[in-house]
T-cell receptor
Framework: SQQGEEDPQALSIQEGENATMNCSYK?????LQWYRQNSGRGLVHLIL?????REKHSGRLRVTLDTSKKSSSLLITASRAADTASYFC???????????FGTGTRLKVLA | DVKVTQSSRYLVKRTGEKVFLECVQD?????MFWYRQDPGLGLRLIYF???????EKGDIPEGYSVSREKKERFSLILESASTNQTSMYLC??????????????FGSGTRLTVV
């Protein structure tokens, strides 16, 4: 069962522009995380936002969470070619060991 | 630097073979996971383990089994490989972040091709 769904599936922008990706989920969650995957590699944890938080920042990353709409967004500001990757959201219900990952957004940043 | 190591980056096996995918973590994590990743389907959970010798089925366990004899090692077994098991396999372990949150650390993945 797919919990998180990212939107758009693919995004292509110029270097220096901002990139925004969205994630929608279906059930109540305890927290939501964003991960990044470079081509052919494993996923790397970027940022976590808890259900009682509305916004969080980490460097050029800004994550928002709207639990009433069951959605989250990831904003990458001043993008760089090195940001080219796939980005996944992951959600978990309270008390569960496992996170469910979305299908990802493929971001391409053109130099 | 904490690590999850998968024994092979690329693997080619024949239909019907028994295949072992190994995953080792050096972080003393209790929880370990096996996912497969296919285009358009994202990551799908095959099995996970929350302690030594403990395992639970994920969303797509058919055709797979797992073994967790030691805390640091979690093995995925394809009993009789089939072409529809050609995929990228990702191992992860998780550490608690408090208040029910966990941080996953992934291995680099094993790209398995069954011919």
């Amino acid at each position: 069962s797919q919990q998180g769904e990212e939107d758009p599936q693919a995004l292509s922008i110029q270097e220096g522009e901002n990139a925004t990706m969205n994630c929608s989920y279906k059930t109540s969650i305890n927290n939501l995380q964003w991960y990044r995957q470079n081509s052919g590699r494993g996923l790397v944890h970027l940022i976590l936002i808890r259900s009682n938080e509305r916004e969080k920042h980490s460097g050029r990353l800004r994550v928002t969470l709207d639990t009433s709409k069951k959605s989250s967004s990831l904003l990458i500001t001043a993008s760089r070619a090195a940001d080219t990757a796939s980005y996944f959201c992951a959600t978990a219900n309270s008390g569960t060991y496992k996170y469910i990952f979305g299908t990802g957004t493929r971001l391409k940043v053109l130099a | 630097d904490v690590k999850v190591t998968q024994s092979s980056r690329y693997l080619v096996k024949r239909t019907g073979e028994k295949v072992f995918l190994e995953c080792v973590q050096d972080m003393d994590h209790e929880n370990m996971f096996w996912y497969r990743q296919d285009p358009g389907l994202g990551l799908r959970l095959i099995y996970f383990s929350y302690d030594v010798k403990m395992k639970e089925k994920g969303d797509i366990p058919e055709g797979y089994s797992v073994s967790r004899e030691k805390k640091e090692r979690f093995s995925l077994i394809l009993e009789s490989a089939s072409t529809n098991q050609t995929s990228m396999y990702l191992c992860a372990s998780s550490s608690p972040l408090g208040q029910g949150a966990k941080n996953y650390t992934f291995g680099s993945g094993t790209r398995l091709t069954v011919v």
